[in-house]
């Protein structure tokens, strides 16, 4: 045989190549290439798919109590199902319950306080821990400088507030919300049956954009226009409430008050209507002052417009006037919110009332504790115990006190100085400067009045109020006071509201104010414009932030890219220099908060600058923290004299 | 290794001051297209300032531009070899290396752009044709048609490197190179189709059906398109040239072939200028308007109406001193000429998608502003830089200039 | 036979030979998919064709018309009770007592790509309007009915086998029928 | 071809028994945002720190906040929160649609369904984002980055759809998924005719005011249809549909127009007045 040379062995590999291609593509290789090829470029990820079923249970987060229907893919909830009820509140549910910061087991400081360096203990460890620091106090007579903050009316801080009382102090706060409002200045809360009204006068109250009792709202809202019911709605900005009102009524900044006194004027001196109100007499001696024509000076109304809605709700057959301006940030002066119930009482409308909060009851005390509780006298509200009180210990119940308060930086050194259990299941700003925080649930995870839990518990939290019975039972002396098994079975008898008496004028402190709030809304030279928060209805004043379908949806005069946008009137823009989209430092006696955006619109009252709340969180967890300035470190921080929470509604500024 | 680096130092060292600091800033360019195009790749479009209101950015502009100024390599193969027009010989290689680098580059630009390039050949496995023959979707159409010419600039360009003295002397590829010179006129012709197909698609179909969009829909773009790639393109195969030249310090394109070739864009670009005329005249009077909007509102903002007044005047400054004798055989008014041409072109593509993107489309809603970052500049600018260095490799080593090579060899 | 033909086609035919085995067997293992990781020794013949038990008696549905698809060792265990005093002694026979898992299924090997939305329900309900069925399991599945050891007949379903059967039955192939 | 004409008419005749639309009624809405909530749960939206970053975010349902301050000056100013989400465009033939979005698709990723429904194929998707550009409502969606659902809130993360890949373009398909779940419960009992099924997307099913109506078209009895015929009926920036009907032909004779199958209903003038370019 030859010996193979080169060109033979050019043969014989192409003899191999070619037939190798021709055996790949004979074997079909090419076309299951191109079809893996496919499939793994278009490959995308499926979340796992499970046997659909659904849950019914009943959002607690409000007195609305909407049920809802939970869409379960096994036994993860995938969705929430409103069926045409409830509010982005209940919408969110589930992003509290899946969210990816959640606290898992009771968290003990580690470093500094505020630093947010924390050490995952047990829940014996935590509360026995908690208990014997409560016992330390108790001991060395410092029951009074025990306190309690919590967010709002419920049946974990009902339990709160009865933890504190037995333990001999007074000091159970709650933030500055409609109902805590109200029920210091009126003595109960204002339930309206917008359902049935036929005329409804708001006093800045944005009722349909998330206040209140949303679902009840918006139910209601449905049939007014059939119904024939006619929504006035006086307020300084166009907000959407304001632009779905029948009317609106434009005030000058912050001077709602004066509108109510107004109307009130015209019902009484003219149309000769009188309140049963206690102290009424008393009141009235304040409206002399201000009739139609002095209320158009300082209102902007003019006197007939005065006239013509004090005649339409003296004449409506069950008119409603609202008081608590914002959405979810309530701010409003006691002499406000008792100047609009007022008009209520005064054309004895049926379709407004008010109920209380039935609490717990008071609690059995030990000798000590009754006597300290006897001794010293509680703050009239959260801001002032803020700014003057004293505490040494302070249970923090789903709060965020450092954030919405006005008095956030005292609070922040008072913090520091004391010791601090927070209750939440989130790490907020107050948390922040906690010693232990303990996991709290999302009412998915709890027994509701429907019926038992949607899904497990998250890790080792459970429900607020079991966690302060679980500490109760770990501290003898007010072991006693919590007699009941468990907090599942309070829920289904727990107390509900009730009916309040007669509402009181408390004209002494009410006098004061009104030449206050008169005084604040004069003419200042060094800060000629007004500043006024307006709310994004999702975002609230801060708590829906956490939640990044929140985020998704804040539109791009609110908040975008990293900078807070505020909404100027286009006139007080140019005349202050101001452009489209410029940064600007905003300054008001208390301090300047910098660098947010200036969107010129005439949604505006002249003279305004409207900022978002909720935004310059710390923590919150990471959608929330560091978005934008918070500007209640400079609003006005007057505190009310009958609310002790401050009026920051309206504050004086200027702009750089 | 280190033989390399010698090698790379001697021949770094081996040219002019100038042209070191023109390869220095190209190479860096090029190391910038590489890095930030690794991470647009690998990481996505979120780098690029593009957005849901933006969709279409720099690279797009890029797009357009090369393929409307790589249009000039089509226009001189069909003057040359369907036409006849001998002069243009000298010219030819450089314009078929200029189209191929465009159309490569804007193929490649077209893979940076789109956010699944693992896919970037589904237009080819699922293309969206329509019920009938013609395809439904005008993107497919001009992929298509871009690869199936880019396909033809790379056979157009294949005897240029086969002429490469060391290629020349294997008889086979000598003869290859010889015959497919010859029966180039053919791949002319289809390119000349194909060009005229998808530029049209580009101006027709890329805009033309977008009917939602006022700013953009105008069936006059199909006209416009096509006489602004053959005039601007020329433009820029002349400038090109021009400038290779100067950069040379060589004649490397005989005068007579540049003032053919401008003559020839001069023309065209009347044709242009008339039809972007009628083209604006029916958006500003009848597609506008049928939108329920104002052409000048339409052209407001940031970007605004001054572009297609600069587009004009630099179309009608390019065509005076292209068409009439004694500014074209001025060295100044020809060099300007070519440079207006081609840059009017290109602002033409740039009004459509920088301006075009820009508008609002809800009353409420401001003009959009479009800052390309770091990223988008660096693929744009790199992607350039590559070229300009390809070209400059080839007109170094390659016989790019026939002209130059024969002085060369009579001089010899 | 000249010599150059003999060297190129003797590496050739190997070569091809080669290539075609291997690949043929990767293709056939892609088409057919890797085997089911949890396979069974499952005789679908006697269950279907001497037991005469329904395709659906396994592979039923949900009450929300979702397909269950493969069975659980549960459902197997439902029949096939070694405790059960009232079974015929074969169901008592104790096939499942290394499997304790019971509520975990049998890997399939017929799963459509997650991007498909393909609802056995309304397929194998669609009707001629003479009232015969469209469909039969066995139009994509094969004949399981006469399968005796669980591997899979039919290969690998490109999209395209959907779009024939969709074409030729007259129902929509637009992409939102399957896709979202 | 002839053949295949044939087939696409026999195809076409029974196909566009459903025309789904919606009507979104403006004097109802308070911009509670529940729709857009509900609308990124129910289609797994993903989550990034920082999703107010509105040019490239990812969302189905924009919330736009509309005010009147251009033509009017204060107090006589208004804002109103208009729900956006795909438009379902179908061009001037509604027996024929032709979205000006599908037709662009280099890769017949989005097509309209028989139902009048334009869907998006996420995995087909290449991300050229023409549609995009070609839709006048900005109401797709591309995955500037990877999608991401840290952590637990992929627990949430509802198994009917599937999660875009990054670089990809999504939008609203009026829940598509939705209907086919629901489809297959009818199936199941017993309801063979798929197209008699009805089905909410989340949006409506989660408005609270019962602003929002969703149905068929093409049913003259249906609220919605009936809504779409109201006085008080708009649709998005469609100035034309205010122009008298031979001059609507005429028009529509030059161009083809959007001609969306989302209606909006208002009895404030001033919101049809921001519907025009000034």
């Given at each position: 045989m030859k010996k193979i040379d080169r060109k033979d062995f050019l043969t014989l590999t192409g003899g191999a190549v070619v037939g190798g291609l021709t055996g790949t593509v004979f074997s079909g290789a090419p076309f299951d290439a191109l079809q893996w090829l496919v499939e793994w470029t278009q490959d995308q990820h499926r979340p796992p798919v499970g046997r659909e079923h659904f849950i019914r249970t009943v959002c607690d987060q409000c007195r609305d109590r909407c049920e809802l229907s939970i869409r379960m893919s096994d036994d993860r909830a995938v969705m929430v199902q409103t069926s045409n009820t409830a509010c982005p509140l209940g919408q969110n549910a589930l992003q509290l319950l899946y969210h990816s910061e959640r606290i898992q087991q009771p968290l003990k400081r580690d470093g500094r306080k505020g630093s947010g360096r924390w050490t995952p203990v047990s829940w014996d460890q935590a509360l026995t821990d908690i208990a014997a620091k409560v016992r330390e106090k108790a001991q060395a007579n410092k029951r009074h400088l025990i306190a309690g903050i919590s967010r709002e009316y419920n049946l974990s801080s009902a339990l709160l507030d009865r933890l504190v009382a037995a333990l001999g102090s007074r000091n159970s706060y709650y933030e500055a919300t409609l109902e805590s409002l109200t029920t210091a200045a009126l003595g109960g809360v204002p339930q309206y049956d917008f359902e049935n009204t036929d005329y409804i006068l708001s006093f800045g109250a944005r009722i349909l954009e998330g206040w209140g009792q949303p679902n009840s709202i918006l139910k209601a809202f449905k049939g007014w226009k059939e119904r024939g019911t006619r929504f006035v709605m006086a307020e300084t900005n166009m907000s959407r409430t304001a632009s779905l009102a029948d009317e609106w009524v434009p005030v000058k900044p912050g001077t709602e008050l004066f509108l109510a006194l107004g109307i009130a004027y015209v019902l009484v001196r003219e149309k000769g209507r009188n309140s049963a109100g206690t102290g009424f007499a008393g009141w009235v001696t304040y409206i002399n002052d201000f009739t139609p024509e002095q209320v158009a000076g300082i209102t902007g109304v003019s006197a007939e417009k005065i006239r013509e809605i004090a005649d339409a709700f003296s004449r409506a057959a069950r008119p409603v006037a609202v008081c608590g301006r914002g959405i979810r940030g309530i701010s409003s002066s006691a002499a406000e919110i008792t100047a609009v119930y007022a008009l209520n009482s005064l054309v004895n409308t049926r379709a407004a009332s008010l109920s209380q909060f039935a609490g717990l009851g008071n609690p059995p005390m030990s000798q000590e504790a009754s006597q300290s509780y006897d001794a010293n006298e509680a703050k009239r509200g959260l801001d002032e115990f803020i700014k003057d009180g004293n505490f040494e210990?302070?249970?923090?119940?789903?709060?965020?006190?450092?954030?919405?308060?006005?008095?956030?930086?005292?609070?922040?050194?008072?913090?520091?100085?004391?010791?601090?259990?927070?209750?939440?299941?989130?790490?907020?700003?107050?948390?922040?400067?906690?010693?232990?925080?303990?996991?709290?649930?999302?009412?998915?995870?709890?027994?509701?009045?429907?019926?038992?839990?949607?899904?497990?518990?998250?890790?080792?939290?459970?429900?607020?109020?079991?966690?302060?019975?679980?500490?109760?039972?770990?501290?003898?002396?007010?072991?006693?006071?919590?007699?009941?098994?468990?907090?599942?079975?309070?829920?289904?008898?727990?107390?509900?509201?009730?009916?309040?008496?007669?509402?009181?004028?408390?004209?002494?402190?009410?006098?004061?104010?009104?030449?206050?709030?008169?005084?604040?809304?004069?003419?200042?030279?060094?800060?000629?414009?007004?500043?006024?928060?307006?709310?994004?209805?999702?975002?609230?004043?801060?708590?829906?932030?956490?939640?990044?379908?929140?985020?998704?949806?804040?539109?791009?005069?609110?908040?975008?890219?990293?900078?807070?946008?505020?909404?100027?009137?286009?006139?007080?823009?140019?005349?202050?220099?101001?452009?489209?989209?410029?940064?600007?430092?905003?300054?008001?006696?208390?301090?300047?908060?910098?660098?947010?955006?200036?969107?010129?619109?005439?949604?505006?009252?002249?003279?305004?600058?409207?900022?978002?709340?909720?935004?310059?969180?710390?923590?919150?967890?990471?959608?929330?923290?560091?978005?934008?300035?918070?500007?209640?470190?400079?609003?006005?921080?007057?505190?009310?004299?009958?609310?002790?929470?401050?009026?920051?509604?309206?504050?004086?500024?200027?702009?750089? | 290794m280190k033989k390399i680096i010698d090698y790379l130092k001697n021949e770094f060292n081996s040219y002019s001051r100038n042209i070191r600091i023109a390869l220095v800033v190209l190479c860096a360019l090029v190391g910038l297209f590489i890095i930030f195009g690794i991470q647009i790749l690998f990481w996505g479009l979120g780098y690029t300032d593009m957005s849901n209101l933006y969709p279409f950015g720099q690279w797009i502009i890029g797009d357009l531009g090369l393929v409307a100024l790589g249009g000039g390599a089509f226009t001189t193969g069909f003057f040359l070899y369907i036409f006849r027009v001998e002069k243009l010989e000298p010219i030819i290689n450089s314009t078929v290396l200029i189209g191929f680098m465009c159309y490569l580059f804007t193929l490649v630009f077209l893979v940076f752009d789109i956010g699944q390039p693992i896919r970037a050949w589904f237009g080819y496995t699922y293309p969206n044709w329509g019920p009938h023959l013609m395809p439904q979707s005008m993107l497919t159409e001009v992929v298509w048609c871009l690869t199936l010419y880019f396909c033809i600039l790379f056979i157009e360009l294949i005897p240029l490197p086969l002429k490469h003295k060391v290629l020349d002397k294997i008889p086979a590829l000598h003869y290859i190179g010889h015959y497919m010179h010859k029966?180039?006129?053919?791949?002319?012709?289809?390119?000349?189709?194909?060009?005229?197909?998808?530029?049209?698609?580009?101006?027709?179909?890329?805009?033309?059906?977008?009917?939602?969009?006022?700013?953009?829909?105008?069936?006059?773009?199909?006209?416009?398109?096509?006489?602004?790639?053959?005039?601007?393109?020329?433009?820029?195969?002349?400038?090109?040239?021009?400038?290779?030249?100067?950069?040379?310090?060589?004649?490397?394109?005989?005068?007579?072939?540049?003032?053919t070739l401008a003559r020839i864009s001069g023309v065209m670009l009347i044709i242009f200028l008339v039809t972007n005329a009628i083209h604006v005249y029916t958006q500003a009077t009848i597609y506008v308007p049928a939108a329920d909007r104002r052409y000048v509102d339409i052209f407001g903002g940031y970007y605004g109406l001054w572009m297609v007044v600069i587009e004009f005047l630099f179309t009608i400054a390019a065509i005076v001193f292209l068409n009439l004798k004694k500014f074209r055989e001025q060295e100044r008014f020809f060099l300007a000429g070519i440079s207006l041409g081609a840059l009017g072109v290109a602002m033409s593509k740039c009004t459509v998608v920088l301006h075009g993107s820009s508008v609002p489309n809800f009353p409420w809603r401001p003009f959009i502003g479009y800052n390309p970052t770091i990223q988008e500049w660096s693929v744009f600018l790199g992607g350039l830089a590559t070229m300009v260095l390809i070209y400059m490799w080839a007109a170094k080593y390659l016989p790019l200039f026939p002209h130059l090579h024969k002085h060369e060899n009579e001089e010899h | 036979m000249k010599r150059s033909i003999v060297l190129f086609m003797v590496p050739f035919i190997i070569c091809t030979y080669i290539f075609l085995v291997i690949f043929g067997k990767a293709c056939g293992d892609f088409g057919m998919d890797v085997q089911a990781k949890r396979g069974i020794p499952f005789n679908h013949k006697t269950h279907v064709q001497v037991q005469k038990y329904d395709c659906d008696t396994c592979h039923g549905y949900y009450?929300?018309?979702?397909?269950?698809?493969?069975?659980?060792?549960?459902?197997?265990?439902?029949?096939?009770?070694?405790?059960?005093?009232?079974?015929?002694?074969?169901?008592?026979?104790?096939?499942?007592?290394?499997?304790?898992?019971?509520?975990?299924?049998?890997?399939?090997?017929?799963?459509?790509?997650?991007?498909?939305?393909?609802?056995?329900?309304?397929?194998?309900?669609?009707?001629?309007?003479?009232?015969?069925?469209?469909?039969?399991?066995?139009?994509?599945?094969?004949?399981?009915?006469?399968?005796?050891?669980?591997?899979?007949?039919?290969?690998?379903?490109?999209?395209?086998?959907?779009?024939?059967?969709?074409?030729?039955?007259?129902?929509?192939?637009?992409?939102?029928?399957?896709?979202? | 071809m002839e053949h295949n004409e044939s087939a696409n008419i026999t195809r076409k005749a029974p196909a566009m028994r459903r025309r789904w639309g919606m009507a979104i009624d403006l004097d109802k809405c308070t911009g509670c945002g529940n729709c857009a909530i509900a609308c990124a749960q129910e289609n797994n939206m993903p989550i990034f720190k920082d999703d107010s970053d509105l040019p490239k975010r990812v969302t189905f349902l924009d919330l736009m906040k509309v005010t009147n301050d251009r033509d009017a000056q204060y107090p006589n100013v208004h804002v109103a929160y208009i729900p956006k989400m795909c438009q379902q465009c179908e061009g001037n033939d509604p027996s024929d649609p032709k979205p000006p979005c599908v037709s662009v698709c280099p890769v017949v990723a989005t097509d309209v369904g028989d139902d009048g429904v334009v869907s998006q194929v996420w995995s087909r998707c290449i991300g050229c984002r023409y549609c995009q550009s070609s839709c006048p409502y900005e109401a797709r969606a591309f995955n500037w980055w990877k999608p991401r659902n840290e952590g637990r809130f992929q627990e949430s993360l509802n198994p009917d759809v599937s999660i875009a890949s990054r670089g990809t373009v999504v939008k609203c398909t009026f829940c598509s998924h939705i209907w086919k779940r629901e489809r297959d419960k009818a199936v199941a009992n017993g309801e063979l005719d798929i197209n008699a099924v009805l089905y909410t997307p989340a949006c409506v099913a989660s408005c609270p005011t019962g602003a929002m109506v969703f149905g068929d078209l093409n049913d003259p009895n249906s609220e919605v249809s009936r809504l779409s015929r109201d006085r008080r009926a708009f649709r998005l920036v469609h100035t034309i549909d205010e122009k008298p009907a031979d001059e609507q032909k005429r028009l529509r004779g030059i161009k083809n127009y959007p001609n969306p199958k989302v209606y909006y209903l208002t009895s404030q003038q001033w919101i049809r007045d921001m519907q025009r370019f000034r």
């Open positions: 210990l302070v249970f923090i119940n789903g709060a965020n006190p450092l954030h919405r308060s006005v008095y956030g930086e005292n609070l922040k050194a008072k913090l520091e100085n004391a010791f601090v259990v927070s209750v939440m299941p989130l790490v907020n700003d107050t948390a922040l400067y906690s010693d232990y925080i303990l996991p709290s649930l999302s009412f998915l995870e709890t027994r509701t009045s429907a019926g038992d839990a949607v899904t497990t518990p998250y890790g080792q939290s459970r429900p607020a109020g079991q966690a302060l019975l679980d500490l109760a039972a770990k501290i003898d002396e007010v072991r006693g006071a919590f007699p009941w098994g468990g907090f599942a079975e309070l829920v289904g008898n727990a107390p509900a509201m009730r009916p309040a008496g007669n509402f009181a004028f408390n004209n002494e402190a009410l006098k004061s104010q009104i030449t206050l709030l008169k005084k604040l809304i004069s003419e200042d030279r060094n800060y000629p414009l007004s500043l006024i928060p307006c709310e994004h209805p999702l975002v609230g004043d801060g708590d829906g932030l956490a939640f990044p379908y929140v985020l998704k949806n804040i539109d791009n005069y609110t908040y975008s890219l990293g900078k807070l946008w505020v909404l100027i009137n286009r006139q007080t823009a140019d005349a202050e220099g101001v452009s489209e989209g410029e940064r600007i430092d905003i300054e008001s006696s208390r301090g300047e908060i910098g660098s947010v955006r200036a969107h010129l619109t005439d949604t505006v009252a002249p003279g305004v600058v409207a900022i978002p709340l909720g935004f310059g969180q710390r923590a919150n967890t990471k959608y929330a923290e560091d978005k934008g300035v918070n500007p209640k470190e400079i609003m006005s921080a007057e505190i009310d004299p009958l609310t002790g929470c401050a009026d920051w509604w309206l504050t004086r500024v200027k702009i750089d | 029966l180039m006129w053919i791949m002319a012709a289809a390119g000349t189709f194909l060009s005229f197909f998808h530029q049209g698609s580009l101006g027709g179909g890329m805009w033309g059906v977008l009917y939602a969009k006022p700013v953009w829909f105008d069936p006059m773009y199909f006209f416009w398109v096509i006489p602004a790639a053959m005039g601007g393109g020329t433009s820029f195969m002349l400038l090109c040239a021009y400038i290779a030249g100067k950069v040379m310090k060589k004649e490397v394109v005989p005068i007579e072939t540049f003032h | 009450e929300n018309g979702r397909f269950i698809g493969i069975p659980t060792v549960g459902t197997c265990k439902n029949c096939h009770a070694p405790n059960s005093e009232t079974k015929s002694v074969a169901m008592r026979l104790p096939y499942l007592e290394m499997y304790k898992d019971n509520e975990k299924a049998w890997s399939s090997y017929a799963t459509q790509p997650p991007l498909v939305y393909f609802s056995h329900k309304v397929v194998m309900g669609s009707k001629y309007q003479d009232g015969g069925n469209k469909i039969a399991c066995g139009s994509c599945h094969g004949d399981m009915a006469n399968n005796t050891d669980g591997a899979r007949i039919k290969g690998r379903m490109g999209m395209g086998v959907c779009e024939d059967c969709h074409d030729a039955i007259n129902v929509s192939n637009k992409c939102a029928v399957c896709h979202d | -």
